[in-house]
DNA sequence: GATGAATGAGCGTTCATTCAT
DNA sequence: CATGAATGAACGCTCATTCAT
């Protein structure tokens, strides 16, 4: 097994606990019993629990942009590029739940309200394209004058919860259902 | 001190610290000297840390069902009686930030999920109104004909998400906003 | 028993553990187990291991003072003062020899350096009556015109090593001897 | 880098580290960095860190029994060749604070009792000329009638006591105060 | 009933040592 | 020979829960 086979292994061990049983519920020992390491191995790849769980994060949140770029163009209508980014989160999140719940894990939690709070206030890249998508569409008048943060809010909660409640098994999200939820996102957000 | 002062007093307890610390960062023993009882009288009330956390729960979602049904009234027109619940919900997040950051936490977490689960699986109680709202708003072909689950999320996403940056301050929402908002998840959920 | 025999029975065992096997020698787990209380328990009374060290190093210093200054008069002549210090410094570590060792543990560790350091510079009560004889002496040219702490290493630096040596059996001092090696101490700061 | 080179950046690093930061500070890893060799390779040359630190204790040793004798001859009178070790001594001690104080954490340790036992008991050769001299000068009435460990303490404790202080700069020690501390050490056990 | 001292399993983390490369 | 990634026992410490008072 290589170095980095085993960095893997324990960032799949713990994306998998933590999302199972979050970040108490998920002990060091568990994580490394589960990628099949010593427990001393992990801080060989991460200073502490913290920073694991903050790089998992990072990675996560890495694999997501570079799916929602996937055919993503700027040329194209806004309306498009919402639904375009919107379907593309919801599919991501459906497709990889492990990570869908690790997300919630970690934005609820002094993490997750630091990280956003970073992101607003400074320009945290990465997300760039949803800030430039959102503020092309309110100077155009296409979507409602409001502050940014609560057109994110009336785009990305009904996806966020929609997605949860599809992983728990209270709904079950078929290509329609996706479509249409993304259409009632947008009705939120539209002029 | 009573022996329904003592209970109230570590509910309050309770409340204050999980939502400021985390259900984690609230041992027992400190709700027990906020309480300003011993450590022991807690499990008079309570059979132990969950039972406290559920029973937390019952209480504040009991509180703000009170509150939301407040002038509210089934005779009034279905878009009418939506805006007022949303209104009335987000106010009160607004007004009670400890006992919304409660619920966050406890939204977040397993019991939480199973919470959840139990309400849309069996016929939990106590939000009826909601229920009965939006499945007359869907048979009257106001509301669009999606599983009530999505409805929801799409109602009570953005209002969620909503209160919660206003509480962490990423936004303040005055009377204007809240409207707005309420008028935009309105707009998600409209046919 | 009582609060304050755990308590006691802490601080015995911390000292006898210390004394034999050093501060890395002695984890709490074992300290808890030669006290017969659990592990937890001496959170109690101590903060954390080092507040239980420095706290240890106070109480042993108490006794030893209070021993020292009876039948001490800062009436008598200088000469016999230092004997009487001398010797019940000397008869009090070969009677202890466990707080013995655990002095020598604790002045050789940062704790003691940076004890050491406040006594020197600060004024740290306690033992002023040594500070106070030394000054007496040197201001009445019946001691070396040396630094004080210097006059502390010849006086007690002898003294401490006798006691070592006593304590691991490399020589057994009986009352002659302690009274000749006091002489000798007193041989190296008189003038 | 020959093998000789690699077992000597290892001591001299061990040195370094432990004089610094003690036995328990100075984990075999950081030893290995600051040798720049690998953490295994140190176990090429010491069976195990018990036996490094030893190690390095008799080479520091010897170190210094070859610095005391520089000028040293059993032709010269009791009291100067006395002087003579011991102004070299604490003058070694003061030019070489590392070596100084890895003595202090070795003395000050189970190895440090196990090897005084051993050079008493057995005749641990190295400081012969120690003994030598102290016996002739008992011999001779030259020095007072005390058991010879008792004539080391009294002339050795004040100088290793007077070389601490003034390396943690409680005192600063020029030619003059050495030749006075030493001149006070053999007041001590001179007869 | 009410208390809070006591418990000990369990946590995150370290580090001397090993061994495949 | 030399390496340093891997190990896992052991550490200091926390806290939900119990129970003698």
């Known amino acids: 097994m290589s170095k980095t086979d085993k960095r893997d292994e324990v960032v799949r061990a713990a994306l998998e ?9 998920a002990p060091m020992a568990m994580i490394a019993e589960r990628a099949g390491v010593g427990a001393g191995t992990i801080y060989r790849y991460f200073e502490n629990k913290d920073v694991l769980i903050a790089e998992l994060f990072r990675e996560v949140e890495e694999k997501i942009y570079a799916d929602l770029l996937e ?21 991501y999140y459906i497709a990889n739940p492990l990570e869908f719940r690790y997300l919630e894990q970690f934005y609820n939690s002094p993490f997750g309200v630091a990280h956003r ?21 309110v100077s155009q008048q296409v979507m409602k004058d409001l502050p940014l ?41 539209k002029r």
Request: charged share 25%; proline share 2%.
């Open 17 to 25: 606990l933590i999302a199972e049983l979050g970040f108490h519920g």
């Open 117 to 137: 709070r970073s992101k607003l206030l400074g320009s945290k890249e990465g997300c760039y394209f949803f800030r430039e998508l959102f503020e092309e569409a």
């Open 149 to 189: 943060v609560l057109l994110f809010d009336l785009a990305f909660g009904p996806l966020f919860a929609a997605a949860r409640d599809h992983i728990l098994g209270f709904v079950t999200l078929d290509d329609l259902l996706i479509a249409r939820i993304i259409e009632a996102c947008w009705d939120g957000v």
């Open 71 to 91: 055919g993503y163009s700027t040329k194209n209508p806004i309306r498009e590029r919402f639904l375009h980014l919107g379907t593309a989160l919801l599919r």
